[in-house]
């Protein structure tokens, strides 16, 4: 249980610093804070789909039930960053471009992510072995979708900023904003690492009952 406390102290530690020590932006104001949720909820779901991604493709390949729980476990945790990044966005969005939501690219491919992942939940949910194997199909093509998320908002005109951390060229923050997104984004990311285990333990567990009780 040490992984989830540290977690939780750095999680409480990113948003305080975020909260009371970051600089104000000098355009975008107290709003702009917000980034110090939103970005990080980027990164871990990124991460997360990626994890679900290579375990997926491995179940195809190898058939083996420990690739599978770890696809399911990551997918179910990535589709929770990605839904705090749907709702952080137009909460920082609104005061910003005076709308809560438009369709511009970034958006648009962002709510095509959280469907097709929604449809793999649902699809390993309420399928058996056969939708294990059309839920891993389903995972490698979603992840084809995070590119296209990501160089949207460099390659087509949209109305969402372009990025301002993962540049090829390097970031464009001041380092005092820097370090405390980088703090979150660790944050984060132990956070994910944290209810990945928990999630693994719990699948674990689960095989062990169903293969007691078919004894």
Do not use: C
């Not at 420990?66 to 990044?85: C, H, N």
């Not at 944290?194 to 062990?208: I, N, P, S, T």
């Amino acid at each position: 249980m040490i992984l989830p406390v540290l977690a939780a102290l750095l999680v409480a530690t990113g948003v305080f610093l975020a909260l009371r020590v970051a600089p104000v932006e000098a355009f975008q104001g107290e709003p702009y804070r917000i980034l110090y949720i939103h970005v990080p909820s980027v990164v871990a779901s990124y991460v997360a789909f990626t994890v679900t991604f290579v375990a997926s493709v491995l179940y195809l390949w190898k058939r083996e039930r420990r690739f599978d729980r770890v696809a399911y476990a990551s997918a179910e945790i990535g589709q929770v960053f990605l839904t705090m990044v749907l709702l952080t966005g137009p909460i920082w969005g609104k005061p910003v471009w005076g709308t809560w939501w438009t369709w511009d690219a970034r958006l648009t491919t962002a709510l095509i992510l959280w469907f097709i992942f929604a449809g793999y939940l649902m699809v390993r949910a309420w399928s058996g072995a056969q939708g294990t194997r059309t839920a891993a199909v389903i995972a490698i093509i979603g992840f084809l979708d995070i590119p296209l998320i990501h160089w949207s908002a460099r390659l087509l005109r949209t109305l969402h900023p372009r990025p301002a951390v993962f540049r090829p060229e390097g970031p464009d923050l001041p380092s005092s904003m820097l370090m405390i997104l980088m703090v979150n984004m660790a944050a984060f990311l132990l956070m994910y690492l944290a209810l990945l285990r928990v999630r693994l333990g719990q699948e674990r567990l689960r095989d062990r009952l169903l293969e007691e009780r078919a004894l």
